[in-house]
């Protein structure tokens, strides 16, 4: 099972970041017409990917867009999609969600290159609403699921298409990229190997299909079962900690040691991997292949039951 905690590179990682967030929080020089000066000024953004670019919508009035005016230098802090109460969680452990530090220029939009990319959001919301609206049983079960303050992308979005003369489109040019793991260690990625997120019918369901899981108390049980299918790890709880295309982060409650005092084993939170025999193209597909597991580890149980 060590391969399958190596499966994901910090390159892939930053794209399934990417493609499961549209927020994120921008830094830029505060400026003045004397020019740039060192004072950093952050706010939160909105972005999406088009044709592996990024764009970012700012609020109308806010400080960035007379800042990158002087001083195009910028960069994104992008995290992880956690639900708040896994959230809560990974704040009492003393971590933080992973996240995506982008370096690069804010460049602005002229009007015509705005209308483009607003018809392209438009016409992207789309197609996840309509895909959203055809799941099957199964998936939509899973993602109404989720907790009311799980607000999907797509409601997102939606206000910035509703109140679009309200926000100032620029585009972000990236110049360098790091992987920011939960416990703050960083690791530096090619810029290349990050500006193409890939299934953009799984992603934007991310956050809602992670806090449907684990609003469901089967579903934990299951993941419990999968710690002890394929780690023989005795788990206690289990969440569903982040997705992707080809599997899954588990956060388990296992013993630390069942040796010198099997008894009263002292319990820790350990982050598992577990990845599919095929890749998930589509949300869809995610949950079947999430299902089949299910099954094939509950056979798995009931033979060796069978056998004791």
Known sequence: MKEKLAALTFAERCKNILAA???????????DAKGSKDEIHTSKIHYMFKKGKPYI??????????????????????????????????????????????????????????????????????????????????????????????????????????????????????????YVDGSGNIHDVEVQDVQAPKADLLFPFAEKLID???????RRRALMLFCLEYYNAHARDALML???????????????SMGSNAQCPHYVWKELRFSFKEEAADLEAFCNLL?????????????YSGLC
């Not at 599997?247 to 013993?255: E, P």
């Not at 299902?291 to 033979?303: D, H, P």
Request: aromatic share 6%; charged share 20%; glycine share 6%.
């Open 242 to 256: 982040s997705i992707d295309e080809y599997g899954f982060d588990v956060l388990a409650k296992v013993a630390e």
């Open 21 to 31: 967030n549209c927020q994120a929080y921008l830094n830029t020089i505060k400026a």
């Open 212 to 218: 449907g899981i684990n609003q469901s108390q089967t």
């Open 57 to 178: 919508w700012v609020k109308e009035g806010d400080l960035h867009n007379v800042n990158v005016i002087l001083d195009e230098r910028a960069s994104l802090s992008v995290s992880a999609v956690v639900p708040s109460s896994l959230m809560k969680l990974l704040r009492s452990m003393g971590k933080a969600p992973a996240r995506v530090a982008l370096g690069g220029d804010v460049i602005p939009l002229k009007d015509g290159k705005v209308q483009a990319l607003t018809e392209g959001l438009r016409h992207h919301l789309q197609k996840e609403e309509d895909y959203a609206s055809h799941s099957s049983y199964a998936v939509s079960t899973i993602l109404s699921s989720a907790s009311i303050n799980c607000r999907s992308r797509i409601e997102t979005f939606q206000e910035i298409l509703d109140q679009k003369s309200s926000y100032v489109a620029h585009k972000f040019n990236i110049s360098s990229c790091s």
């Open 291 to 303: 299902v089949g597991l299910e099954e094939e580890v509950l056979q798995s149980v009931r033979s």
